[in-house]
């Protein structure tokens, strides 16, 4: 199969939700043992030198950038850190499968987002596949019940940052590596964890916590990196849905993880969003095929 330009975003964003979904368990499991931000600052530790060395295998520029784009990253950083603090808030509070299905307004916040400030148009069966996976979204979170709880507002809090974060990222030149702007993330991140454990107890850290730490160092670092990607490929309308499969992996993981049961109402909400993925990302080939038909 030809890898069109949205295809190749749908893959990356797919990916991207799977390493986020896996680094969010894990952090999870760290949080039982070790305050927040010195999970985030040791994760960091371990991520930047990662991220150095794929850069320094790419002969990746670090320098270069223009005054414009200098402003788009520190943005993006400043929103990442916002997110990043919000999200896992929530997630040290709440159940993984939850916690991640209120992020799934992100396709309809971001789609939204894009056609305002971007000028992206948008077709109705796009408007339609994204509303439609919401709609499986809330039949998984049931806003108001058992399900949804104060914690519940720092995910949406994360929701609007995370957004911002994406626009920005859409707006940064061609000529701005990748790898650059997940670096400065992670820098950024790691910074601000440092800053924030001036005020935080310093936990002693065994050896499965070193271990846990090393599986989110990587699983964060291809997070980072395809998040990046995915929103400089395609077009927002269709890349962004794709983040429903976080679902997908997060009910999976919460089993195998935590023992967290789906209930019959989830697995529902979670089919919707499954056959709603399946359904773009057929209408997508069907329209490549019908675009190489009347090119020839």
Known sequence: MRLTGNIMGATLMTGCVLAYVVNDAVMKLLFADI???????LRGLMTIPLFCLMMWRSKVPIRGLSRQNKRLVALRVGA????????????KHMPLANVTAILQALPLAVTMA??????????????SAIIIGFTGVLIVIRPGLAGFNIYSLSALVAVGFITLREITTRRLTSDVP?????????????L???????????????????????????AILFGTLFSVMA??????SFVAPFRYTAMVWAIGLG?????DWPDQLTLIGTGIIIVTGIYSFHREQQHHQVA?????
């Open 292 to 296: 190489e038909t009347r090119s020839d």
């Open 80 to 91: 990442e850190i916002c997110a990043t603090i919000a999200f896992l808030t929530a997630l």
């Open 178 to 190: 990748s790898l650059t702007v997940a670096l400065s993330t992670a820098i950024g991140i790691t």
């Open 255 to 259: 089993i195998m993880m935590f023992g």
């Open 231 to 236: 929103m400089r490929v395609g077009e927002i």
């Open 35 to 41: 305050p927040l931000f010195q999970a985030v600052l």
């Open 192 to 218: 601000f964890a440092a800053v924030m454990m001036a005020n935080t107890e310093w936990r002693a850290v065994d050896s499965l916590c070193w271990l846990l730490l090393a599986g989110a160092a990587v």
């Open 114 to 127: 894009a056609a305002l400030f971007l000028a992206e148009p948008v077709g109705w069966r796009r408007w």
